[in-house]
């Protein structure tokens, strides 16, 4: 509900909405005529007459209290015909969705003859078989829309029957039945909610056409839609018999739609992080203080200082990374190493405004670019710098990859995007890209799909997608955390080859500092949003200063040492939501004392380059690696 009311437009909609159930449900209560008596001497009273709120229509009957009453009925049509639609629709899409074969075919098919003619024909025709009134109409109404859940939910079905959780069921025995309601059904049942919460506006308005037309409710009963063919006839004379229940069908229908919208971006795995809106292209940039005089370190191409990047989700602050300095320098190598959720991505991503917004914004820092601030420059500039100066190379190149694109035309549409080339010329750079990452034959790989590669091939291509523009700076996002060994080791000595020869800056990130000691010349440790110890890689590994430095080193299997013992970290790190005042390590770290729990902890140099964010470090203590 908190996330549903940060969304003012759904909020509007759901009071309205409930404005007129509490209205309607309390009818019998209210004190108002009865909406089925004639009194043709107060025939077509205007609004605001004596004892009529809203006047009367052609009998004399109280327009105000056939609202409220029709308002009733046509909700009460509107929510049965939607909920019919949807357990029918829904059944018959989950059935057809998880059994495939001649059950899909038969169902699909007898769904495709209902689709086959026009919706409201098909309602009109219904009813004129079963006759006019208000409960065929219902039937009508409910069958027309069943097509469309039933749509929706095979496609869902289809997918997740197919899904490694599925046969996982299907090997612990469970029957057909049990997996279609327990196992598919509850990863559906959203859907179905979001569907049904966006089509009862539409069902309702479907009601009030029959009813116009004279085939829904009958007379002497209510509901908007035969008020509002009753005042048609009228309409020139006295207007307000036809537009008061017109308005209220506009109301009716907007708020449920508004409400709807609302209850889509809730129940959106998306969207649940309370961000109602879709991410924009650049993260947004919010700083409290804009640093001015901001210089660059002597040889860098990359010199971010002091960045912030936070998550707002409703009332909660979400300190992702909370003030960290990257330099890198041509031909250099910067690692990034932690825990899964201690910022590294965040920080990278935030460089080139790839964090989403919202909820994510950077609220703090500089990011120069041979001396230029990335945070302060135009969109425009931004997408230009994208691919041509700073690449990425993401962890998973499946999903980076698209699927339905060869690897030559995605090549070749990352090369046109910052070079004037023709499409030949591109295609025979697109070749030589990859024969640089040492893919075979190139030339047959460019047609190629993504799913037609290995993984480590997959990977090369990322890798050469990145330097297409002739990128200064590539961010490496665990590049080699879903490859094998052997695999892994090739493209870790690819990418210390490329830097070497174009002389271009990489930042690393990883978990394994295996990794970090294979390609990195200097490695910062990040733990809950800072670095906690940054340095020489060789330095670090031989003598680390923080304890948390220590504990991830002895993390990593040593080659010829089968008997020493791998330390498991303690503990779980702190929400950023929720950080501790003083270490954010102390509660996990063996040294800790009250001194680092009472205030926030600097990072602080104790040697040439190596810096350190403990008040007990290990200095002097060797690491045996």
Known sequence: MRLLFNNKLATAGLLVFALIVVTALLAPVLPLPDPDVTAPADRLMRPLSEGHLLGTDALGRDILSRLVWGSRVSLAVGVSATLIAAFFGSLIGLVAGYAGGRVDTLLMRGIDMVMAFPYIL??????????????NALYAIAVVNIPFFARNIRGIALGLSRREFVDAARLSGKS????????????????????MSTTVGWMILETAGLSFLGLGAQPPQADLGSMLGDGRKILFTAPHVSIIPGVMIFILVMSINLLGDGVRDVLDPRLKSGALTRPVARTAVERRQVPEGATPAPGAVLDVQGLRTEFHIGS??????GGVDMRIGKGECLGIVGESGSGKSVAAMSIMGLVPTPPGRITGGVALFDGEDLFSVSDERVRQLRG?????????????LHPLFTVGEQLVEAIEAHQPLSRSQAREKAAELLSLVRIPNPVERLKAYPHELSGGMRQRVCIAMALAGEARVII????????????QAQVLSLLDTLRKERNAGILFITHDFGVVSAICDRVAVMYAGQFVETGETGEILRAPAHPYT??????????????????????????VNDLPVGCAFAARCPRAEDDCRAGPIALTEFAPGRQVRCIHPLIGETQNV
Do not use: M, W, Y
């Open 122 to 135: 098909l309602a009109l025709a219904i009813v004129a078989v079963l006759g006019p009134g208000l409960l």
């Open 388 to 400: 041509l100066a700073v690449s990425h190379v993401f962890q998973d190149p499946l999903s980076t």
């Open 316 to 321: 909660q602050v979400f300190r992702a990374v």
């Open 476 to 487: 490496a996002d665990e590049p080699t955390t879903a490859l094998d060994v052997t695999v």
């Open 550 to 575: 220590a504990k991830l080193i002895d993390c990593v299997p040593v080659l010829g040492e089968p008997d020493r013992r791998l330390d498991a970290i303690e503990g779980r790190p702190p929400v």
């Open 176 to 195: 057909h039945a049990q997996i279609l309601f327990i196992e598919v059904l509850p990863n559906v049942l959203p859907v179905i909610i979001i569907t």
